[in-house]
């Protein structure tokens, strides 16, 4: 069958309609983007009201920021994973050097080696694993954490900026005696 004698359904979901008009949009500008101009106008020929795009925009403006969060905190916990890594390397070619040279052979070191070669594997899956509620709850601590650490640093810049006026001035007072 061809395209031409393919028949257009009559009823469109709202994902086909979304679908159909993004391939649209996409081939009427020519570097395939558009200005926040050009967006208005397009949601005014869609009689779509201007509070519906202001909510929208403003939801696609807070899945963007989450998504960066997400990318983050993704490489935050690779970054730890590095560490833990290179930690591990270290300490275990010491321990097997140790073990070969005061013996001649490997013993007691393989298990080390096993063991937190064991828990690093572990490590590594749940770096890795950006689905579920584990992954969900580790990424609100630590968006929780990074929001306080902010919040804690606008404070003391505050107090910083609200005590440097002072000490200026009970300093110049003492100047004055």
Same mark, same amino acid.
């Given at each position: ?48 009201? &201007?509070? *519906? +795009? ?6 696609? @403006?807070?899945?963007? /920021?989450?998504?960066? %969060? ?36 490997? &013993?007691? *070191? +393989? ?6 070669? @064991?828990?690093?594997? /572990?490590?590594?899956? %749940? ?51």
């Amino acid at each position: 069958m061809t395209a031409s004698e393919f028949q257009p359904p009559q009823i469109y979901t709202q994902e086909d309609v979304q679908q159909i008009l993004h391939l649209a949009i996409a081939k009427k500008t020519d570097r395939g983007e558009l200005s926040r101009e050009q967006l208005w106008e397009i949601a005014a020929e869609l009689e779509i009201d &201007s509070e *519906s +795009l202001q909510a929208a925009e403003r939801d696609w @403006l807070n899945r963007r /920021l989450l998504d960066k %969060k997400r990318q983050e905190f993704d490489l935050y916990r690779r970054d730890l994973l590095k560490q833990k890594v290179t930690r591990y390397a270290i300490v275990n070619i010491f321990l097997v050097s140790l073990d070969f040279l005061s013996g001649g052979a490997l &013993s007691w *070191s +393989l298990y080390i080696l096993l063991i937190w070669g @064991l828990g690093l594997a /572990l490590d590594t899956w %749940k770096t890795f694993q950006t689905k579920g509620e584990a992954y969900e709850q580790a990424f609100q601590r630590w968006n929780l954490k990074n929001e306080m650490r902010q919040t804690l640093a606008s404070l003391w810049s505050k107090f910083k900026n609200w005590w440097e006026p002072q000490t200026t001035t009970s300093d110049s007072t003492v100047d004055d005696w």
